[in-house]
């Protein structure tokens, strides 16, 4: 069985006999070919021969992007995963005709303009050697009224799948893994993450409750564009990449702002024939009570002590045979000074208490200095163990 076939088993709540391996290479890959630090043996081979010669899955999630003239590499905010590079996005974003977004990269930093008939923004990104995606140092709302912008321009955004774009990125990964689409955050994780940064966002929370209420209306209806294009497209797959932390997201936001969003959304993709998914890491002890509530399928990047806060019992605990456990490595233990020894006995943990419901990977991907012949090593591990099973079922 191909990789492809197996991962989607899973999801479908099949046993395919066997793991598949899916850890995240791409961040490691990006940043030390950039810096012409990778490995002599892998100058000058793709992304997806290094895969294939780790004998491993890549976790192949798109993603809608933005048109190419409105912003540059520089300014995805999502990578999410391979996506093949040269190749046109699979659901672009068009900015409405009135809005103008231009880019300007001053040494490390790339300064962002979008002009509006509402008004104009600006937000700054840091541009780091050590990640492929770069941060926010400035965010584009300044007051309050500015979210008057941002609702504009979502609203006057649209959506187009391209079918042809689907193929070609199809045809690339072919048997390696099944695609899937990455879906826009929550609004609250928007704002959280790029318009208002955490702190204005709680002060506005708290003190104009009624305003922003408006907004993650707005920002609902705008995403509606995109969740009709992915429902009626052939993913299977889809990720919700809101990558929550409880130490941010505590469990009282949680509740109000997110699970009622959660729970729509997954029921109108599961409406679709669609399988779901999202991204947990950080910190998640205080929200795992919540996992049956929220109606995805499998949950990512759930990280196990010492990176995070819970044990790989209490993840178990939490998704008990039901949902799906995707990665769950911590990425720490490919750091080259790290334990090889807890790496192999926290893999083996993982797949003797989750098989058949997971897919193994880690939680969240390989640091850029990280070992990749640890990668190797977790590929042996699962092959000798994928070998075991076959044996016993002869």
Partial sequence: MTFKEAALKVFEGKDPGQIVWQPRIENWYDVNKRKGTLPEKYEGMSLLDIYDDLNCSPRPYLYPRPSPEN???????????????????VIRIKSGKSIKITQQIQNDMLIEIMKTPKGELVRKWHISELSIVPSIVEFPVKKLEDLDIVEYMLLEQEFVFDQNAWNEVEKKIGDRAPLAMNVPRAPLQQLF??????????????????????????????????????????????????NIDSKFVSPPLLEKYLMPHWQKRTSELKEAGKYTDVHWDGYVKSILRYVPETGFDGFEALTPKPQGDVTVEEIKEALGDRYILLDGIPAVYFLPWESEEKLIETAKKLIDLFAPKIILGISDEIPANGDIERVRLISDLVKDYNSSLKNKSK
């Fill in 193 to 242: 993450l790029f318009y208002m940064g955490y702190q204005n966002t709680i002060l506005a929370l708290y003190d104009q409750p009624q305003r922003m209420e408006r907004f993650f209306k707005v920002a609902e209806e705008a995403d509606d564009k995109a969740y009709e294009l992915i429902k009626k497209s052939p993913v299977k797959i889809v990720n919700f990449p809101e």
């Fill in 71 to 89: 912003l540059t590499d520089w300014g995805m905010r999502d990578r999410g995963g391979y996506c093949p590079q040269n190749v046109p996005p």
